[in-house]
């Protein structure tokens, strides 16, 4: 006989085996519910799983030739989990140890009630890592894509930049922005009870990467070209400039080169404008350079005949509102001439006889007062009025190119259309595509439109040789053994505040091609407010066009030398010594022996002031002009032997336009 304790016991095993069997029981049938509920198993994935994001790689920016201009490289960034990070002020303070950065910034973010926070990103590989050792709760390192210029400032606004979330925001890196960006791609992975990952199977960086772009710069040009901007820039004191130059024929642009420049690489540390093309964006006044697209719309329409005379000898021509002058007579002058010397009056009368809507429609035509169509972001469409709001007077100051404004990309293109045979050209940048892992597709040139008849193109060609002639106001521009056909112009910047052109503040031009004969480059180069007696564009402009020529025709192999720049008529040169600081109106003529003559630098002063210097000395001055001195032949610091010794000194009126 069982005692009663015993059971007790087997009675409390048997309902305690009931109620595990009922539970049991129970939990199968829940699992069996859970089964077949498809929000179980997302709250299953989601606990022990996760999605990961991989940003897209930009795609690779190349030259012409294929050096990299623009690439992709991973950069550390700190971020943190501030759910995990145990104590806010002791973390912040270690990582403001190890970034340098502040430390009551970093506890407000690590306070923060969320799952993910950037700290710092982007940052040095060595901070990086100073991070790592310190092995904080909460705080992990992220790889990510950052861009990287490898030449600095070199085509930098061309390049543009992307910015920290890999979007383009300015320049190629815009305008190219859904080719480079590629696709991020979104991968499944597993993670530990910590949250840490186990494992990133299959995940292909390449496969988020975007395009490549390859560009119509060449490197090499751009450098050098940029290397000729800013000597221009120092010797003439402006304030910056541009250089666009271009295939005539198919519209590559070469090089662009603007200063000033900036760093993509630290577009962090710039104001926004600063990092603006100027060369697309920037519309100014062309001055004189506007005559060339006149001279060939006025013979297009036959308003105007090769051989026919202007009477311009008095130097001055009235129209409604205003008189309009040369800054000193010529003579009566055919349109070659006119042309040559830069004649406004010459030019007003060609514009009168061609008629404001024939002149509007031929500068429409030639792509002013519209946007060139390159696809670069935020492209000026400069201003043009409509010819029916034109009055008289502003009739005759577009004809030499005041009261409108282009860009240098529209006079490059402009200029092309006269290089070529009478083609306006769309400009264009990208020179090729391709996917990642294929091959370059090419992009094609554009032709525009017809704008004048090729005979007419040639003509032009022909005169505007006669402007980089010893008589022209360009003979700065002139290159040894190959022929240069361009324009001047000097444009009186206006005073936005007083509604009046300044007399000291001007833009200073040269566009142009070679060889004239068969044409292989077109530059238009203009510099911003060189001092006065560097600012005619004859004297600041030119000479940078034919620095730059130069270096393009020499890759060419037709190695073509500057011109010399004393005509064959100057005095005996026994040497040449330093320019001395420049003159000023108390400087005398300096002599050696008695009989050589040192010549001062007379650039800068009047007229008066000239012939007060040259007075008593047995220096024979010839005076061009009027105004301020721009140029002089013999050149300053010059000593002059010989018998006969005499100086020709080039003087501008203030506000000449040419």
Request: aromatic fraction near 6%; proline fraction near 6%.
């Amino acid at each position: 006989m069982r005692s009663p304790a015993l059971r007790i016991s087997r009675r409390r095993i048997g309902i305690a085996r009931a109620v595990l069997v009922i539970a049991f029981a129970a939990l199968g049938f829940r699992a069996f519910q859970l089964a077949l509920d498809p929000r179980s198993l997302e709250r299953a994935t989601a606990q022990s799983g996760a999605w990961l994001r991989v940003a897209a790689e930009r795609g690779l920016i190349v030259d012409r030739d294929g050096a990299e201009l623009a690439v992709s490289v991973d950069a550390p960034s700190i971020y943190a989990r501030p759910r995990q990070v145990r104590d806010p002020d002791a973390t912040a303070r270690a990582l403001a140890r190890a970034l340098g950065m502040d430390r009551r910034g970093l506890a407000t973010r690590l306070r923060r009630d969320s799952r993910f926070v950037f700290l710092a990103r982007w940052v040095d590989p060595k901070k990086a890592e100073r991070v790592r050792k310190l092995e904080l709760a909460g705080i992990e390192i992220a790889m990510e894509p950052r861009r990287r210029y490898p030449h600095g400032e070199l085509a930098a606004s061309v390049l543009g930049f992307a910015n920290i979330d890999a979007l383009g925001v300015r320049g190629i890196e815009q305008q190219e922005d859904r080719w480079l960006h590629g696709t991020p791609q979104i991968y499944r992975v597993e993670r530990d009870a910590r949250g840490e990952l186990l494992g990133i199977a299959g995940v292909e960086r390449t496969a988020a990467a975007g395009g490549d772009v390859q560009l119509t710069l060449d490197a090499g040009f751009q450098a050098a070209t940029e290397t000729a901007l800013e000597e221009a820039v120092a010797e003439s004191g402006a304030h910056g400039g541009i250089v666009v130059a271009m295939d005539p024929h198919t519209g590559e642009i070469l090089a662009l080169a603007e200063r000033p420049s900036f760093d993509p690489n630290r577009f962090r540390e710039l104001h926004f404008p600063q990092t603006r093309s100027r060369a697309f964006q920037d519309a100014m006044e062309p001055g004189s350079t506007f005559k060339a697209f006149l001279m060939a719309g006025a013979l297009e329409a036959s308003a105007v005949q090769l051989e026919e005379w202007f009477q311009t000898q008095s130097g001055t021509y009235r129209v409604p509102g205003k008189t309009i002058t040369d800054v000193h007579p010529h003579g009566p002058l055919q349109p070659e001439g006119i042309l040559r010397v830069s004649s406004n009056v010459g030019a007003v009368m060609v514009a009168e006889a061609l008629g404001a809507e024939r002149h509007f429609e031929i500068l429409r035509a030639f792509g002013f007062g519209r946007p060139t169509g390159s696809g670069f972001p935020f492209e000026s469409a400069g201003l043009l009025r409509p010819w029916r709001d034109w009055r008289p007077v502003d009739h005759a100051t577009v004809a030499f190119g005041q009261g409108l404004s282009v860009t240098a990309v529209q006079m490059a293109a402009a200029t092309s259309a006269l290089a070529n045979g009478g083609v306006l050209v769309r400009p264009r940048l990208v020179a090729a595509r391709r996917q990642p892992g294929g091959a370059w597709s090419a992009t094609r040139p554009e032709r525009v439109r017809r704008v004048i008849s090729s005979e007419t193109a040639t003509r032009l060609v022909e005169m505007l040789e006669g402007v980089v002639s010893t008589e022209g106001t360009a003979r700065r521009a002139r290159l040894r053994d190959v022929r240069v056909a361009g324009k001047t112009g000097t444009a009186q910047i206006l005073d936005p505040e007083t509604g009046t052109y300044s007399a000291s503040r001007y833009h200073s031009w040269f566009v142009g091609m070679a060889p004239a004969d068969g044409p292989r480059i077109v530059l238009a180069c203009v510099l911003h407010e060189a001092k006065l007696g560097f600012h005619h564009g004859g004297r600041s402009a030119a000479p940078l066009f034919a620095r730059v020529a130069e270096t393009y025709l020499a890759g060419l192999g037709l190695m073509p030398g500057p011109e010399p720049r004393r005509p064959a008529r100057a005095p005996a040169v026994v040497a040449a010594a330093p320019a001395p600081p420049r003159a000023q109106p108390a400087i005398e003529i300096l002599t050696r022996d008695g009989q050589n003559l040192f010549l001062p630098d007379l650039r800068g002063l009047t007229v008066a002031e000239v012939q007060a210097i040259t007075e008593g000395s047995a220096l024979e001055l010839e005076v061009v002009g009027s105004g301020l001195a721009v140029d002089q032949d013999p050149d300053p610091g010059t000593i002059l032997a010989g018998g006969r010794k005499r100086v020709r000194v080039h003087f501008v009126r203030e506000g000449e336009e040419g």
